[in-house]
Nanobody, 119 residues
């Protein structure tokens, strides 16, 4: 089970940090990451992280603004989002699966957390 937290309303240029805690199994052998879905749009990849070998993946639209990290001891992945833009508004979903974590390979999804960026 994946449980997200940390979403909310923020002004453009602001920051938010999302957290996703996994329970029920250890996910150190999988990639963990984030996808998002805006109203009327398809779900899209945002970022993912693999522990061994260590590697991170980012969508071009968030490179340089978002940072993904994970704490294997806590089975938790984080997404630090800086310099937020109105176009980042979406429901953000946590997920895990084989790296590099495409939507087709996701083993489980979180329930989603709303991020709203006002202009």
């Amino acid at each position: 089970q994946l449980v997200e937290s940390g979403g909310g309303l923020v002004q453009a240029g602001g920051s938010l940090r999302l957290s996703c805690a996994a329970s029920g199994r250890t996910l150190s052998s999988y990639a963990m990451g984030w996808f998002r879905q805006a109203p009327g749009k398809e779900r899209e990849f945002v970022a993912a992280i693999r522990w061994s070998p260590y590697m991170t993946y980012y969508a071009d639209s968030v490179k340089g603004r978002f940072t993904i990290s994970r704490d294997n001891a806590k089975n938790t992945v984080y997404l630090q989002m800086n310099s937020l833009k109105p176009e980042d508004t979406a429901v953000y979903y946590c997920a895990y699966g084989p790296a590099p974590l495409t939507s087709a390979q996701v083993r489980s999804w979180g329930q989603g957390t709303q991020v709203t960026v006002s202009s």
